[in-house]
């Protein structure tokens, strides 16, 4: 018997499969792939096809390979779409036993992928009219180049350099675009950056953008700004880390820092009289400084009560101190190196705030709202009548008729005290936060609304108080002045905030915005008159103030006001209700200077 075997041409290949990867698109990849012929006879290789989307070879005509030989061919990857892709190459020969060899092929394709360095983009505090710019970087750092088709911002006050034109970043490359805050109002301001690319995991990528902005000039104090007084060409500042901080507002465009004076305790409310000014020092007491010179304040006296000193006024020769839940303190400083207590009232709640008019004392009482005292005899005080509100009164103003409250999350509230045993509520309006502090100034009232910023209101008509303009605080608006065309406000962790408030005050009679240069009693308007009649006066600089009505026997009918008041122009209403027809006397005193006019009612 006779055996044998023919051997012809046997072909194999290494790899037997082509594993590429991830690639990416509009890019190419390439593997070698070895054929080899075990065989005994030469190895014609006839055709090679690829089979897939994506996958190429450089095959052009047959070749021979011969025995143990090999040959490289290549095949390429180049993915037109992202994600997993797969195909075959087959090897035509004339190996009988294997004409059509298969080889598999697998590869990933990856798109663009885009990096932003940030997601969000926080402008910081800003005065309106300034800007400020940031530099967001984007980066390709997927497998292939990037394209940027549109950048949008939504949200007032931010803006881009993105011209609309896209933007073609190469792989490992980076591209920055501008990203302004260009605040013209003052508030919160919230935006999105959208960058929109091809990269189809991540087609749009957005950055949140925020900033804030105030009108105004700051000009910040150690620790936070609690109270503040104007008075000439100072403003005084109630700091309850640092005590007492004089500014100078000569320009209240350039406030500059003047001197100051440590007090012992958390000074939250400040006033002054004649070159003295007096600070509730919280568990400090009453702090009477001499500011004759404001670089080198000293203090004359301190004064020690039995509670927390919230407030204080100063009304001819005593200081009325809201003294927390020891109620109300009276204070004789006619000979401020002997202060002595004569009188006190401990009212029911806990008193933050003190306004005296006339032979009143009105207390800010905290959750038991309204308090009017009768202090005519100081040794004596007595209950007259009280309001309690819906929410904690930290606060109370009062001009003419009506007391007007800050009554904390409950806003403000407007008390008809023109029978001080009745007081009844005639209206009030709601803020935003928390408001506590106001004051009246003509028509409008200002309200330190917390974290709400200052609030202006109407009340020109106080049974129906309106909101006509809002300025943002950056930090929490404590306390309110209102000093010729600027409010001063004392803004917490920010310091002094000045706010031009022109838009309303009298610009009329400011006299070109200046203030007045003498005490002034301006013609009273309309005169005659049949029911109701404006008195407008103006201080040269912050004093105590008594304007009363008489009639010709010299009898006073009306007191209008009667305690300290700011510098600048002030209105006040005289309500002639049950006066007959006739004439009376106006009269306007402070210190030692009168002034007197004549009225005429007609029914």
Request: net charge negative; proline share 4%; aromatic share 8%.
């Amino acid at each position: 018997p006779l055996s044998g075997t023919g051997v012809g041409a046997i072909i194999v290949v290494d790899p037997d499969t082509v594993q590429f990867g991830e690639v990416g698109l509009n890019r190419a990849a390439e593997a070698a792939i070895t054929i080899r012929n075990i065989g005994q006879l030469d190895l014609n290789v006839s055709d090679i096809v690829v089979e897939g989307g994506g996958f190429l070879n450089d095959f052009d005509e047959e070749f021979s390979i011969e025995p143990d030989h090999s040959r490289d061919i290549s095949v390429t990857f180049a993915p037109e779409r992202s994600g997993l892709c797969s195909g075959i190459m087959i090897i035509a020969s004339d190996d009988r036993r294997n004409d059509e060899l298969v080889v598999p092929l697998f590869g990933t394709g990856v798109g663009p992928r885009i990096a932003v360095d940030q997601d969000s983009l926080e402008f910081g505090l800003l005065s309106v009219g300034r800007s400020e710019i940031f530099l967001v970087t984007i980066s390709a750092i997927g497998l292939t180049d990037l394209t940027i088709t549109d950048i949008s911002i939504e949200g007032d006050n931010f803006h881009t350099n993105f011209d609309g034109e896209e933007i073609f970043i190469q792989l490992n490359h980076r591209y920055q675009i501008v990203v302004t805050f260009e605040p013209e109002d003052d508030g919160l301001f919230d935006g999105v950056l959208t960058i929109t690319s091809d990269d189809e995991d991540h087609p749009q990528v957005t950055v949140h953008l925020s900033g804030s902005a105030f009108k105004g000039v700051l000009n910040d104090t150690p620790g936070l700004a609690r109270g503040v007084f104007v008075d000439g060409s100072y403003a005084y500042i109630a700091d309850d880390e640092a005590g007492l901080r004089i500014i100078g507002i000569f320009d209240p465009e350039a406030p500059n820092d003047v001197g100051g004076f440590d007090t012992p305790g958390n000074a939250l409310s400040v006033t002054s009289a004649e070159n003295n000014v007096f600070i509730a020092d919280g568990v400090g007491g009453l702090r009477i400084i001499d500011v004759s010179s404001p670089q080198e304040p000293e203090e004359l006296v301190a004064i020690e009560t039995p509670g927390e000193a919230w407030d204080v006024a100063i009304v001819e020769d005593y200081a009325y101190i809201a003294d927390g839940d020891s109620g109300l303190r009276v204070i004789d400083i006619y000979d401020l190196e002997r202060p002595v207590e004569v009188g006190s009232f401990d009212t029911p709640g806990f008193a933050r705030a003190v306004t005296i008019v006339g032979n009143f004392a009105y207390i800010a009482d905290d959750n038991r709202g309204l308090q009017i005292l009768d202090i005519s005899e100081p040794e004596h005080i007595s209950e007259t009548g009280s309001y309690d509100t819906r929410g904690w009164t930290w606060d109370v103003a009062v001009s003419g008729e009506y007391a007007y409250l800050a009554d904390e999350r409950y806003g403000l509230r407007i008390i008809d005290i023109s029978d001080p045993e009745n007081p009844e509520e005639v209206s009030n309006l709601d803020t935003d936060a928390d408001a506590y502090s106001v004051t009246v100034d003509g028509d409008y009232v200002y309200v330190a609304d917390g974290e709400g910023g200052v609030c202006v209101i109407h009340v020109g008509d106080p049974e129906n108080p309106r909101l006509v303009d809002t300025f943002y605080t950056p930090s929490c608006a404590w306390d309110v002045c209102i000093s010729g065309n600027y409010a001063f406000v004392a803004d917490g962790g920010h310091g002094l905030l000045i706010l031009d408030a022109e838009d309303f005050v009298d610009v009329e009679l400011e006299q070109n915005n200046q203030l007045p240069s003498e005490f002034i009693l301006y013609e009273v308007y309309p005169n005659p008159f049949n029911a109701t009649t404006t008195i407008t006066y103006g201080l040269p600089s912050a004093g105590v103030v008594s304007l009363g009505v008489y009639d010709l026997s010299g009898r006073k009918i009306a007191t209008l006001m009667n305690g300290k008041m700011n510098s600048g122009i002030h209105k006040l209403d005289w309500k002639a209700v049950g006066q007959t027809s006739g004439v009376y006397i106006v009269r306007l005193e402070t210190y030692d200077v009168i002034k007197t006019q004549k009225v005429i009612l007609l029914r």
